[in-house]
């Protein structure tokens, strides 16, 4: 159990490593390029930043452990919102901008769309591309709107101009050969741990899988409250959740079939429904998330684990 748990342990600190580190080299190699600022923001830092999850829930599917990559993808929206959202109002009322109203409603969408794929009992390939093709859409409007907000080199993350070539390839090396590797660690040690306890595989990815897979969004949306910048943590979880349900469980769904649980079915997709329409008030009044909010989001993070360990899933 120990070895496990060092296990995964070691595949998340890989993970949150290497995927900093393609971030970082990508963003400077496709900008020595001549990539427009514009597009490195809408997909590489993007893509880069949702890399861990996407390795994870796409090797979880290869091992035939699909209840554990819909656990991550389901429970980090849970964690994202509950939790990721809840620990940093605690410290300072996160600021709310109508400017995310427009990705606040697709992400309402496409929860619901991934719900009514999940009648199905299954998401396998045809409904991963009805997935994907939300994205793409997602991804149009985004860069259609982004034309008018171009940013500078220096706004994204991990933009260095002076950064020298082989520091680059060096970083995009990491960063490509760390993912799968971190990736391989933390999906083996969940199963070795879910098989030893008797759990599923389900119970470890909305729980442990979920909120490790959630750090560098904590840790981002943490720094954010601090700078007092609450409206770019709010914009951040949002499109984070979009990307988790239209690509990362898109993508996954192209490897494999993942059937539905149906304990997922009744109640995991509605607390992810749940946690999202909780925001609506903050986002449509434009109310800042208060400490005592931010207390109340904290405390149905808590109840949800409770009622997951109570149900044994």
């Known amino acids: 159990m120990l ?15 290497a995927g900093d580190a393609l971030v970082r080299g990508a963003v400077n190699l496709a900008l020595r390029l001549g990539i427009p600022a514009l597009m490195v923001g809408m997909t590489i830092v993007a893509f880069g930043t949702s890399a861990p999850e996407l390795l994870v829930s796409v090797k979880a599917v290869l091992q035939d452990a699909g209840g554990l990559a819909l656990g991550n993808v389901v429970g980090s929206n849970i964690a994202n919102i509950l939790l990721v959202l809840g ?16 990705d606040y409603l697709m992400m309402l ?32 409007d985004s860069i259609r709107r982004g034309r008018n907000a171009r940013r500078e080199p220096a706004d994204l993350e991990g933009a260095d101009p002076s950064m020298p070539g ?19 660690l933390l999906v083996s040690g969940a199963v070795d741990i879910a098989e030893t306890l008797g759990v599923s595989d389900l119970m470890i990815g909305l729980t442990v899988v979920a909120v490790g897979t959630s750090l560098p969004e904590l840790a981002t949306t943490l720094m954010a409250a601090i700078r007092r910048e609450g409206g770019v943590a709010l914009g951040n979880i949002i499109g984070s959740n979009l990307f988790n349900l239209a690509l ?11 059937p539905i649980p149906a304990q997922m079915m009744q109640l995991d997709l ?5 946690a999202s329409l909780a925001l609506a008030p903050f986002i449509w009044f434009q109310k800042p998330i208060s400490r005592i909010w931010g207390g109340v989001l904290l405390l149905g993070y808590g109840g949800y684990i409770w009622a997951l360990i109570q149900i044994g899933v």
């Open 3 to 17: 070895a496990d748990l060092a296990q995964i342990a070691a595949g998340l600190v890989i993970l949150l490593l």
């Open 87 to 102: 620990v940093p109002a605690l410290v300072s009322a996160l600021a709310v901008n109508r400017e995310v109203l427009r």
């Open 109 to 140: 969408a496409v929860s619901a769309l991934f719900m009514a794929l999940a009648l199905t009992g299954v998401i396998g390939r045809w409904q991963a591309l009805v997935l994907l093709g939300a994205f793409a859409v997602f991804m149009a």
């Open 166 to 184: 082989r520091k680059i390839a060096l970083f995009t090396a990491l960063g490509i050969i760390g993912l799968p590797l971190g990736a391989n």
């Open 248 to 258: 990362i469980l898109g993508v996954a769904g192209l490897f494999g079939a993942m």
């Open 270 to 274: 509605w607390i992810m429904l749940a």
